[in-house]
């Protein structure tokens, strides 16, 4: 759902970055024999700005080659013609261009760094609340149960389950250090995914096996490095949580 929203959205960006400065041009015609070329160009850029935010790479972009279009076509003698005889005209043209990819791109990463600012806070959490769990009076059983739960939408997972026992040979798996390897290799899963048809997490404490948790991947989806560690270190946490059980019992 979530996806689908992005998807929406970001279409309607695209489609304002098309209509949004034909009309705040089409706007400005009444007025452009006493309002400056270099005002009517910060009206338009205000537009991409809006846009720009609003969206992706994609609308910004267009929206700037929208405004530029439109700033010479409506604006620029001779008016209603992709023409402009004057060079000051032709500097501001390419000036609304300019300063809109510009601002596109500070919007692009202001949005990268926000995002990646809330999930470190979400996988913190995340790691705080198991740890609490898993320190309380909960039993391994539980502990489990919560990482199974967390590891399917951390790791755009179809499933996940855990088995008391490892597989022989090895299925593809994910290490401490986040990589996954697979019949010997260092797969490329942050280009497509992790291997299926299953994949595993070894859960250790202290270099002992206690299990592992059965991964059944989303085929072909990209999973970042930081969201493979995190899972490592939940996985952790209930071999932790079983070794202690273990010795209490």
Do not use: K
């Amino acid at each position: 759902m979530r996806e689908m929203l992005q998807t929406y959205r970001q279409r309607v960006a695209v489609l304002l970055a098309l209509v949004v400065p034909f009309g705040v041009a089409a706007v400005l015609v009444p007025f452009r024999g006493n309002f400056t070329n270099t005002a009517a160009a910060l009206v338009l850029v205000a537009s991409v700005v809006a846009i720009a935010v609003l969206g992706s790479r994609v609308s910004g972009v267009a929206a700037s080659i929208s405004s530029a279009l439109w700033f010479d076509f409506f604006l620029t003698r001779p008016y209603e013609r992709f023409n402009i005889s004057h060079r000051p005209d032709l500097e501001t043209t390419i000036a609304i261009f300019v300063v809109g990819v510009i601002v596109t791109e500070l919007a692009a990463r202001s949005r990268r760094h926000s995002r990646v600012s809330d999930e470190e806070s979400t996988y913190v959490s995340m790691i705080r609340d198991l740890t609490d769990l898993a320190a309380g009076s909960s039993r391994s059983a539980v502990v489990i149960e919560s990482v199974e739960r967390s590891l399917v939408p951390l790791l755009d997972l179809r499933a996940c389950r855990f088995d008391a026992t490892l597989a022989n040979p090895p299925l593809a798996r994910i290490i401490s250090s986040g990589a996954v390897i697979h019949v010997g290799l260092d797969w490329p899963v942050s280009d497509i995914g992790i291997p299926g048809p299953a994949a595993e997490i070894v859960a250790e404490w202290r270099g002992r096996a206690l299990g592992r948790f059965v991964l059944t991947p989303s085929t072909g989806q990209p999973v970042s490095l930081e969201r493979r560690v995190v899972a490592v270190l939940l996985v952790n946490v209930v071999g932790a949580s079983l070794a202690t059980e273990t010795r209490v019992a």
